[in-house]
């Protein structure tokens, strides 16, 4: 059930990106502007490592819901967001390694390792996403992170155009996340 979940979405941000072309009326401001969809980021956020620098599973299966959409937006980049190093390596970089073993081109992929909270994903990802000229960012998270991590991303600046949420079925798995996240912005945690 869950692979189909991700299958649908994935089939709805094509069709989306499809229609993204699709001019809305100019005589009617009130209407919505539809979302620009012809070269968006896909930020994939990171979660923890094991204490021996591996990925959990709930890393991997944002990794694989990443890939995937991936495959509908070829001109996109990939940006892999998390720092927080266990043993030597970053959620980052253990993301990166990842998709370039399962054959995703590297020059796609933009590493950001510093971040060690949701609110720093977003502080320094929308500036990487810009720089790479994107018309704007697909998140890929789990779902009880999906609704903090669009706020940081629209907080930051960012162009949150959707987010794909890979269902990890308990709320409390984020909650150390959540309390870092809530805590950063007073603590100064660059």
Known sequence: MRRWKTVIGAVVLAAAAALGDV?????????VAAKD????AI????????DNGTMRPI??????TGLTVAQFFPQSPIIVTGGNPRSGNTEAGQMRKM?????FPGNRIIVEDKAN???QNARFSV???KEAGTSGIILVTSSTHQDRADGNFADAGGNVLATVSYP?????????????????PFLNIS
């Open 43 to 50: 930020v994939i956020l990171g979660y923890g490592l094991n």
């Open 23 to 31: 001019g809305t009326a100019q005589a009617q401001p009130a209407l």
């Open 127 to 129: 500036p990487l996403a």
């Open 59 to 64: 890393l991997r299966r944002r990794v694989l």
């Open 168 to 184: 990890d079925g308990n709320p409390t798995v984020n909650v150390v996340q959540f309390a870092r996240d809530a805590m950063s």
């Open 37 to 40: 969809f012809s070269k968006p």
């Open 99 to 103: 998709l370039t073993m399962l054959g």
């Open 117 to 119: 909270s949701t609110v």
